[in-house]
C-alpha cells in the first residue's frame, strides 16, 4: 500500500480484556517497528522486527505485551489482560532498512482507552 | 533523567516568524538525529535528518546538532499557520533500529 495501515483506529477496551492491534506495513519493507506514545509524550520504543524475526524487543513493559510478525509483513501486537495504564496511542512504523536518511514511515497509530 | 530532554511549549509565533527548537541529550553515543512533525491524531512523519554534527539545509527547515554540547536544533523560516503541530526530536547510537523521542513541542503559528 502507499502508507502504513493501522487497525482499529481507536479501541475500548474494559480492564482486564485481551486486545490486538493490526499494523499492514508498506509492501516491501523489512523493518517493522512497534512504538507506544502516551498522551503529551513522544513515542517510546515497544519492539523491532527485521521480516519475521523479532530482534529486539526490549522495550515491551511486561509480559502481558506480545507482537508477532508471522509471514514477515503483517504484524500484531497483543496486549493482555489490559490496564488502565497502558491507555495511550501504538504507532506502527516501518523502514526499507537500505537508506538511514530515509527515517521511518510511520502509520496513524491505534488509540487505546482502557476503561 | 530522560535520555531526551525537549521542552513541550506551547509556543506561539506570530506568522512569519523564525521558529527555534531544541532538545538536548545524555548519551554521548548517539549519532544519527532526527526531527518530525506530527499532526493532530496522526503518525509523526520525518521532516529532517542528520548524521553528527554539523547544519543541514532544507528549503525553510534548517537542523543543527552540536553533539559537544549534546544540543540539537530545528530552525524554521518564514513560519506559516500550515507549520502548526507538535515537533519531536529523535535520535540513536550506531543501531539505527531504535530511536529515542523528545517529548515534542508544540507549535501555533498564528495568521
Known amino acids: 500500500g502507499a502508507g502504513v495501515s493501522q487497525s482499529p483506529r481507536y479501541k475500548v477496551a474494559k480492564r482486564g480484556q485481551d486486545v490486538a492491534l493490526r499494523c499492514d506495513p508498506i509492501?516491501?519493507?523489512?523493518?517493522l517497528f512497534w512504538y507506544q506514545q502516551a498522551l503529551g509524550q513522544g513515542p517510546e520504543f515497544l519492539t523491532y522486527?527485521?521480516?519475521?524475526?523479532?530482534?529486539?524487543k526490549s522495550g515491551l513493559p511486561s509480559d502481558r505485551f506480545f507482537a508477532e510478525r508471522p509471514e514477515g509483513s503483517v504484524s500484531t501486537l497483543k496486549i493482555q489482560r489490559t490496564q488502565q495504564e497502558d491507555s495511550a496511542v501504538y504507532l506502527c512504523a516501518s523502514s526499507s532498512g537500505a537508506v538511514v536518511s530515509d527515517g521511518y514511515t510511520f502509520g496513524s497509530g491505534t488509540r487505546l482507552t482502557v476503561v | 533523567q530522560k535520555e531526551v530532554e525537549q521542552d513541550p511549549g506551547p509556543l506561539s509565533v506570530p506568522e512569519g516568524a523564525i521558529v527555534s527548537l531544541n532538545c538536548t541529550y545524555s548519551?554521548?553515543?548517539?549519532?544519527?538525529f532526527m526531527w518530525y512533525r506530527q499532526y493532530s491524531r496522526k503518525g509523526p512523519e520525518l521532516l529532517m535528518y542528520t548524521y553528527s554534527s554539523g547544519n543541514k539545509e532544507d528549503g525553510r527547515f534548517t537542523a543543527q546538532v552540536d553533539k559537544s554540547s549534546k544540543y540539537i536544533s530545528l530552525f524554521i523560516r518564514d513560519s506559516q499557520p500550515s507549520d502548526s503541530a507538535t515537533y519531536l526530536c529523535a535520535m540513536s547510537a550506531g543501531n539505527f533500529n531504535k530511536f529515542y523521542f523528545g517529548s515534542g513541542t508544540k507549535l501555533n503559528v498564528k495568521p
Open positions: 509492501s516491501g519493507h523489512v523493518s
Open positions: 522486527f527485521q521480516n519475521e524475526a523479532q530482534l529486539d
Open positions: 548519551n554521548s553515543a548517539f549519532q544519527y
